[in-house]
C-alpha cells in the first residue's frame, strides 16, 4: 500500500476530468444550439460551415438587389403605362380634329390640349427635371442619369444599370437603356408616306417612311391643328402607341427573368443554408444523450473520488493508529 501516489486516485481522478470536460461541452452546444463552438471542435466542418455561410449570406443580399431591380421594372412600366394613355388621349384629339364639321377654333382648342399632352411627356421622359426617376435613377433617358466617364474624362452618356443577382462576383444583370428623350430621333416603325391635298404626310422630309420619337412628342414637328395634318397624326400616333407597347414588353420580359432569378436565389440559399446547418448545427436529440452519459459518469467519478481518496487511510490500521 502506497500513501505518497494514490495511484488509483489519480485514475479516477483522470476519468473524472475528462468527463466533466466533454460534460462542460456537451452543455455549451446544448445552450447554443451548435455542433461546432469552437474552432478545435471541428477545424474541417467550420472551414466548410464558413464558406457556406458566406455563399447563403451573399445570396440574401443578390435577392434584396433583384427585388430592387423589380421594383425599378415596376415603376418604369407604370410610367408607361401613362404614356400609352397619353398617346391614346392624343390619337383621340387627331380623330375628333379630323372632322370637318368642326371650324378652325374648334381645333385650336383641341390642338391646345394635344400640345400640353406632349408637354406633359416631356416632363415625365426628357431632361434632368425628368419625372419618371426610381432612387434617383433616370428610367427614360438611355441609361441610369449616372455619366459615364471615359478615360480622358470626358462625358459618354449616361450608364446602364447593372446589379449584382448571385453570390460570386461575375453574376451580374445589365438592363437594356430606354431612352424615350424628346431630341432622340431613333426611328420606331413604318407607315405609308402619302400626300393629302398639298400636304404631304411625311413628318421632317419627302421619302421617309418611319417615325421617330421626338416627332410624336415635340410640338413643333405633329399638330392637330390643321385637319389634313390631324388625319396622318393618327397612323403615327398608332405606330408610337406599338413602339412604347414594345418597350413595355422588354421590361415586362425583364421583370419575369427577375422573378425566375430571385426564385432560383432563394431555392439556392435554402439547400445552402440545410447543408450548412447539418455541419453546424447541434443535433439535439443525440447529443442530450451524450449529455446524460456524461452527467452520470461525472457523478459515478465523483463517488469513487472519495472511495479512493479513502484508500490510504487503511494504513493507519497497520501501524496502529
Request: aromatic letters at 8%; one cysteine or more; glycine letters at 8%.
Amino acid at each position: 500500500m502506497q500513501v505518497y501516489n494514490n495511484i488509483p486516485a489519480f485514475s479516477v481522478w483522470k476519468n473524472y476530468t475528462f468527463n466533466v470536460s466533454n460534460l462542460r461541452k456537451s452543455m455549451s452546444k446544448l445552450s447554443s444550439g451548435l455542433r461546432i463552438v469552437n474552432a478545435g471542435d471541428d477545424p474541417a466542418g467550420l472551414a466548410m460551415s464558413e464558406r457556406l455561410r458566406t455563399q447563403y449570406r451573399n445570396s440574401a443580399a443578390a435577392a434584396q438587389n433583384v427585388e430592387n431591380k423589380i421594383n425599378y421594372l415596376q415603376t418604369a412600366d407604370s410610367w408607361l403605362q401613362k404614356i400609352h394613355d397619353i398617346l391614346g388621349r392624343m390619337a383621340e384629339l387627331s380623330v375628333m380634329a379630323n372632322d370637318g364639321t368642326k371650324s378652325q377654333i374648334d381645333r385650336d382648342n383641341l390642338q391646345q390640349e394635344f400640345a400640353q399632352m406632349q408637354k406633359e411627356v416631356q416632363r415625365i421622359t426628357s431632361g434632368a427635371t425628368a419625372a419618371a426617376k426610381f432612387n434617383g435613377l433616370y428610367l427614360f433617358r438611355g441609361g441610369s442619369g449616372v455619366p459615364t466617364i471615359t478615360g480622358d474624362g470626358v462625358q459618354a452618356g449616361f450608364g446602364a444599370v447593372q446589379l449584382q443577382v448571385g453570390p460570386d462576383s461575375n453574376m451580374v444583370f445589365r438592363e437594356q437603356p430606354i431612352n424615350l428623350e424628346a431630341d432622340n430621333f431613333t426611328g420606331i416603325g413604318s407607315y405609308n408616306s402619302y400626300s393629302y391635298g398639298s400636304v404631304n404626310m411625311t413628318l421632317l422630309g419627302s421619302n421617309m417612311n418611319t417615325v421617330d420619337w421626338a416627332s410624336l412628342i415635340c410640338c413643333q414637328h405633329l399638330s392637330v391643328s390643321v385637319q389634313s395634318v390631324a388625319q396622318g397624326a393618327v397612323d403615327k400616333l398608332n405606330i408610337g402607341i406599338d413602339y412604347v407597347s414594345s418597350i413595355r414588353s422588354v421590361v415586362g420580359a425583364e421583370m419575369n427573368r427577375m422573378e425566375q432569378t430571385l426564385s432560383g436565389l432563394r431555392n439556392y440559399e435554402e439547400n445552402i443554408r440545410a447543408t450548412e446547418s447539418r455541419i453546424r448545427d447541434v443535433d439535439v436529440a443525440y447529443e442530450t444523450t451524450q449529455f446524460s452519459k456524461y452527467q452520470i459518469l461525472t457523478q459515478i467519478g465523483t463517488a469513487m473520488l472519495a472511495q479512493a481518496n479513502a484508500l490510504p487511510g487503511g494504513v493507519m490500521m497497520l501501524i496502529g493508529g
